[in-house]
Structures are given as structure tokens and as C-alpha cells.
């Protein structure tokens, strides 16, 4: 009865932070804690409605530093956990993601990017939190950051977080931004058994408290997940850890411990990336783009064929981890890299890294969509 | 030296990690005092021990979470409430407490902790007060009397502190109590208590830290410090004691008022249900 309210299989018009939601229940996402911030908001105020109807939890908390240690407590007792933001937001909930990432307490965090920095501007779009993304808390570690373009895809990406956070043990970020946050478009909703559920690993039976809950038997460096209550008495600490969970302060436990939580996702992008691509066969000029930039740079890509320039467009649904190999394959292929984004090069330097070719760069640091005229222009400009 | 086997096993060797052992406090410290009281009351308790988790912060105290044999999470510095919020609200069958310190809890995670209470979410709060940063080697905090030393303070605290019943009663909580490190018996059975009481619940036990409180503050170990505590404990029998009265400095021959501060029965959060047709 509960469940026939959690996956509202049909056809809707929702804005993306609504479908961003949806998608979240129809994931068997089951708390929610956050804190008010626009233009994330229609996510919180969605859930504080829908969550009550499945049974979960919705609770706001006092600030997203508590909203993302609820989320992973929540998480750690075994509940699929999200919270929603945006950017300065972004910058509080870095601590915890941190903890994520040591703990390995699967979660899903909800950027809706607004410009920036500092308070920015609260109603508008922007990209800017790309890096700090990346980035962000301190310490190396690995992210998966997914990148709607649409309603349909705040829907549909929203899922494949919470299958790859549970899959690899990480934290997953869905970095929209406010365009495609307040978007209202078809979002489709199938039904409920068409829904991916790639469940936890989890272990066996317990075994006296003796039980390794970091102990590592599969290729993909993932260990199965304990959840509180279930009789292993596991400890989980943000110290450096041996495979019981038990603070070791010896150099070379840090380094196989930080090296497996890298590589449990540098092994397995294949599996986690993302990307799309449009007339990339016989392109000379490449446009990258993400996002609601996509959009405009799909356009500007579509316009150019018919004025005959040979041009391909690739978007990143993934902008982490970077598809690496793809982009080094496509710009062998290419003259010049165009790279299209609402902050003032931030994946650009990225693409410029992998590739060691030099990038043209269509910037805007945010506030409004770049149109599709201006990615147009840098198009024929590379093309004369 | 020669090891000298002293006995075969210890009653808590069922929920102590003894593997961890030593641990890493140092000679005249009163956390260990508090665990074993925390210990005692989960096997006492009418709970199974597999449903206690216990969370910690940051610091000497945050690191009980560490020696539990139970399910335990060694969080980040202030967030151990907020984490603990999580846990409960996902799995309320589990009895879920967090044990700290006073920095961890009333400085960097002070917003947290007078939220939860405000909420009166279901969780017990085992606070372990030893006026400053034990861990980081002695500086002042958010309980640190006026006038005190502190590697941070060296010519005296300038701030006034917290006083944390008096906080956290007036944010909400059902249940607070205040003991010091010599009232083993009033700790285990306010834990205790504190299981069976719905809501926040919150004891604070005042505690000696000898090495990063009381060098700095002439008082010469742990036992003179629980010597301070036994001559001037004034126990409260109805929560009547209020504000500045509640003050703690153990540099001035006045009472340290302990006991029960608060003991009420607001609703506890609940999670909002709604029914669908």
C-alpha cells in the first residue's frame, strides 16, 4: 500500500528538483535531511510531503553540517540517505563527505549549483562547484559526480547515484545547476520493476565480534557493508583503519587504506562513467559541455552542421570520475576542443590536463545559460 | 618489569575491545571511570547489547566509541549528535548514545547539540566535562573557567564558560543530569535511566585531566582533583539550581552543584506519519 506510493509510474510535468525526488523514492530512498537553500529547495519541500506518505523520514535539520552526519548515520543503519543543496552548502557538507569516503557509508548529495562564490547569486544558474567537487574535503579520495541536463534526467541520474554509491561504498553527487533545477518538462516515470536496485554488498553471517568489516576479498576493492544493529559490533572510525575497523597509526596502513579507496573507483570508471555524444564520427571541432550548457551547446553543434562545419559534441553525464581515455581518444581525432561551462574554466582545465592539447574555452561565470549563439560564434571562429 | 596475571577475565570483558588495550588516556584521567559506568549500565540494562551503538566525536572522550565491543562510529569533531540523529531515526530499535567530550560537544558541535535537544530526539548524550582540550595537549574551551590557564589562555581565560545543564535543560532536553567522576553509582543508574526515559537525555560527569587541565591549574593529579569533587559535591535534590549558581571552578571553595537538573516528559521527535488511502 505504502510501496504503490513510492514509484508514481506515469507520465508528469515536474521541474528537475521535483523529478530529482521522485527519483530518489522511486530508488527506495528512505531519509532525507537537509537544510533550506535556494535553488535546491523544492527537493526539501517536495520530500517533507512524499517521504511521510512511504513511510520514511524527512527531517530538516539545523544546518548542512548536521544534514550531511545525519545522512550518514542514517546510512550506516542501513536506509538509502540524500541530502540536497547548493554551494555555500556545499562548502559546510564537506567535512562529512570526507567521513563518507573514510567510512565508505554510501549517500547521495544533491548540488544545485547557483552562481558563486560566497552567496553568489541565490536564484541563478551557475557551474562553479565542479572543482570543489573534485576536490573539496581534504585528502586524497575519489568522487562520482553526475551531471543531469533535464527533468527526466534529474530523474533517471538520481537512481543510478544511489546504485553507485551502495555498489562501490562512496558518496555521489548529482551537480545540476539551477536551470535544470527549476526546469519544468515531461519527466517519465516507468514502472517500478523497470527501476534499477543494485543492492549493498553485504557479509555474512556474524561471527562472534570477530568479524573484518574492511577486510577486502573481491577485485573490486569494495568491502560488504555492516550496517548498526545486526550483531557484528563492528567500530567505524574517520582514523586511519586496519581491516577490523581499528585505528592503526602506521604509515603503511594509511597508504594501502587511502590507495584501495582511490583505486576502488580509478578500477571501476568503466562502470561508472558517463558521457553522450553527437556527430562526434567525422568531427574536426569538438564542444564539450554539461549540464543545462549542454543544451545550448547541442544546439549551437546542430546549427553548425547545417552551415556544413564538421563539429561533435560531447557531454559529460559524468564529470567524475573525468572520462579520461574518451576525451584523449576524441581530441587524437580532432583540431580543436571547445570547451563550453558556466564558470570561468574549471572542466577546461581538466580537459587541457588530460589531453595536453590547448582548449578554447566559451566562459560565463554564471547567472544566466550561455546561449547557444555564443558557443555558435567560438564554432565558426574555430572553423575559419 | 614482570607481567603479573592479576585474574583470567574482568566482568566486562564482553564489551570492553580488549584488544585495544592499553588505551591511550593518561594516568589520573576520568573518562575510563565513565566508560565502565556506561558499560555496567548496558549489561544491566533491559536492552540487548547488540541493539546499543554508541557514537563519539573527537577527542580523549571520543575515543570510547573505539573500546565498546558494541557497534560504535568514531565520527567527525562536533557531529557526533547529528550522526547519531541518523542512525536513530533510520533504525529506532536500536538504543543509540553518543558519548563525548565538552569541546566536542559544546563548542564545535554546540549548534547540534542544543538542536537535538530543542528536537528532544531519542538519543542519550554521555558528556564527559574536563574544562579544556585534553587531546590537543591543555588549551581552553567552551567549559573552562574564567581565569583559568590553558596553553591558549596562559595569562587566564578572558571568556565566561557554558554551564551545560543549565544549557541544555533550557533547550529542551527531558532528561539532564550532572555527576562527577567519585558518583559511579549515580552515573550507571542515570545511564540507565537514561535508557528508559524517551527523548533526549543528557549527563554531563565532571572529570579530571590532570595532565592537560589541572597542571596548569595547580591541581596536582587526578586524586586531588576527585579529592575537590568528594569535599565540595552539593547534590540537588529538585533542579532548583540555576544560572551562575551552577558554575564550576575548582579553584574556588564553592559548591558543585550535582544531580538531577531536569526531568520532564515533552514528546520525543517522532518522524511525521501520514495515512494514505
Known amino acids: 500500500m505504502m510501496d504503490d506510493r513510492r514509484v508514481l509510474t506515469g507520465k508528469h510535468f515536474m521541474n528537475g528538483d521535483e523529478a530529482c525526488a521522485e527519483g530518489a523514492l522511486a530508488a527506495g530512498c528512505t531519509f532525507f535531511g537537509g537544510y533550506p537553500i535556494t535553488p535546491s529547495t523544492e527537493i526539501a519541500e517536495h520530500l517533507a510531503r512524499r517521504m511521510p506518505e512511504i513511510g520514511g523520514v524527512f527531517i530538516q535539520m539545523e544546518d548542512e553540517l548536521g544534514s550531511m552526519a545525519a545522512i550518514l548515520g542514517a546510512s550506516a543503519a542501513g536506509a538509502r540517505s540524500m541530502t540536497a543543496t547548493s554551494g555555500p552548502g556545499l562548502s559546510l557538507m564537506m567535512e562529512n563527505l570526507g567521513l563518507a569516503v573514510m567510512l565508505e557509508i554510501p549517500c547521495v548529495v544533491v548540488d544545485v549549483q547557483r552562481g558563486s562564490p560566497s552567496t553568489g547569486l541565490p536564484t541563478m544558474p551557475g557551474q562553479s562547484d565542479v572543482m570543489q567537487a573534485r576536490w573539496g574535503s581534504h585528502g586524497d579520495y575519489e568522487i562520482v559526480a553526475y551531471s543531469p541536463w533535464s527533468a527526466q534526467e534529474m530523474f533517471d541520474l538520481?537512481?543510478?547515484?544511489?546504485?553507485?554509491?551502495?555498489?562501490?561504498?562512496?558518496?555521489v553527487l548529482i551537480l545540476c545547476d539551477e536551470v535544470v533545477g527549476h526546469m519544468i518538462e515531461r519527466v517519465v516515470i516507468p514502472p517500478k520493476e523497470q527501476i534499477d536496485h543494485w543492492g549493498r554488498k553485504r557479509p555474512k553471517e556474524p561471527d562472534n565480534g570477530r568479524y573484518e568489516p574492511f577486510k577486502v576479498e573481491d577485485t573490486d576493492l569494495v568491502p560488504p557493508m555492516v550496517h548498526a544493529g545486526e550483531g557484528y559490533r563492528v567500530h567505524f572510525t574517520g582514523l586511519t583503519h586496519d581491516e577490523r575497523g581499528y585505528p592503526d597509526m602506521s604509515a603503511e596502513t594509511h597508504h594501502q587504506l587511502v590507495t584501495r579507496l582511490v583505486n576502488k573507483i580509478r578500477h571501476n570508471v568503466d562502470q561508472i562513467i558517463r558521457t553522450e555524444g553527437y556527430y562526434l564520427d567525422d568531427a574536426q571541432i569538438l564542444v564539450v559541455a554539461y549540464g543545462c550548457t549542454a543544451r545550448s551547446a547541442q544546439r549551437a553543434v546542430r546549427e553548425a552542421r547545417q552551415k556544413g562545419i564538421q563539429v561533435g559534441l560531447l557531454r559529460l553525464i559524468s564529470l567524475w570520475p573525468f572520462p579520461e581515455v574518451l576525451v584523449q581518444e576524441l581530441a587524437e581525432k580532432v583540431e580543436t576542443i571547445i570547451v563550453a561551462e558556466m564558470n570561468l574554466g574549471q572542466m577546461s582545465r581538466e580537459i587541457q590536463r588530460a589531453t595536453g592539447h590547448p582548449v578554447r574555452g566559451v566562459f560565463h561565470a554564471g547567472g544566466e545559460m550561455i546561449p547557444p549563439e555564443t558557443i555558435l560564434e567560438a564554432i565558426r571562429e574555430a572553423a575559419a | 618489569m614482570t607481567a603479573v596475571k592479576v585474574a583470567d577475565e574482568h566482568p566486562l570483558d564482553a564489551i570492553i575491545r580488549a584488544d585495544r588495550m592499553p588505551h591511550i588516556w593518561c594516568p589520573g584521567c576520568g573518562i575510563g571511570i565513565v566508560m565502565r559506568c556506561y558499560a555496567q549500565a548496558i549489561l544491566d540494562s533491559q536492552v540487548p547489547v547488540d541493539q546499543h551503538v554508541v557514537i563519539s566525536g573527537i577527542g580523549c572522550s571520543g575515543r570510547v566509541a573505539g573500546y565498546m565491543n558494541i557497534d560504535s562510529y568514531h565520527t567527525t569533531h562536533g557531529r557526533a549528535i547529528p550522526f547519531a540523529l541518523g542512525i536513530k531515526l533510520a533504525k529506532p530499535e536500536l538504543m543509540t548514545t553518543v558519548f563525548s567530550g565538552d569541546g566536542d560537544l559544546a563548542a564545535i558541535g554546540g549548534n547540534h547539540l542544543i538542536h537535538a535537544a530543542r528536537r528532544n530526539v531519542d538519543?542519550?548524550?554521555?558528556?564527559?566535562?574536563?574544562?579544556?582540550?585534553?587531546?590537543?595537549?591543555?588549551?581552553?574551551?567552551?567549559?573552562?573557567?574564567?581565569?583559568?590557564?590553558?596553553?591558549?589562555?596562559?595569562?587566564?581565560?578572558?571568556?565566561?564558560?557554558?554551564?551545560?545543564?543549565?544549557?541544555?535543560?533550557?533547550?529542551?532536553?527531558?532528561?539532564?543530569?550532572?555527576?562527577?567522576?567519585?558518583?559511579?553509582?549515580?552515573?550507571?543508574?542515570?545511564?540507565?535511566?537514561?535508557?528508559?526515559?524517551p527523548?533526549?537525555?543528557?549527563?554531563?560527569?565532571?572529570?579530571?585531566?590532570?595532565?592537560?587541565?589541572?597542571?596548569?591549574?595547580?591541581?596536582e593529579d587526578g586524586l586531588e582533583e576527585m579529592e575537590l569533587y568528594r569535599q565540595r559535591c552539593v547534590l540537588v535534590r529538585d533542579g532548583d539550581v540555576r544560572g551562575d549558581d551552577l558554575n564550576i571552578d575548582l579553584r574556588?571553595?564553592?559548591?558543585?552543584?550535582?544531580?538531577?537538573?531536569?526531568d520532564w516528559d515533552r514528546p520525543p521527535y517522532e518522524p511525521v506519519t501520514v495515512e494514505m488511502k
Not at chain 1, 158 to 171: G, V
Not at chain 2, 133 to 142: A, L, N, R, S
Not at chain 2, 252 to 262: H, L, Q, S
Request: with cysteine; hydrophobic share 40%; net charge positive.
Open chain 2, 199 to 219: 527523548g533526549f537525555t543528557f549527563i554531563e560527569v565532571l572529570a579530571p585531566c590532570p595532565v592537560g587541565f589541572g597542571k596548569s591549574n595547580n591541581i
Open chain 1, 158 to 171: 538520481t537512481i543510478l547515484a544511489f546504485n553507485i554509491a551502495d555498489r562501490y561504498r562512496s558518496p
Open chain 2, 123 to 197: 538519543i542519550n548524550v554521555i558528556c564527559v566535562n574536563n574544562f579544556n582540550y585534553g587531546m590537543t595537549g591543555g588549551q581552553v574551551g567552551p567549559t573552562t573557567p574564567r581565569g583559568a590557564r590553558g596553553t591558549t589562555a596562559p595569562y587566564g581565560n578572558p571568556e565566561l564558560p557554558f554551564n551545560l545543564p543549565y544549557l541544555v535543560s533550557a533547550s529542551g532536553a527531558n532528561f539532564v543530569a550532572r555527576w562527577t567522576t567519585i558518583h559511579v553509582r549515580q552515573i550507571r543508574e542515570d545511564i540507565l535511566y537514561a535508557f528508559t526515559r
Open chain 2, 252 to 262: 574556588e571553595d564553592k559548591p558543585i552543584y550535582v544531580g538531577r537538573f531536569a
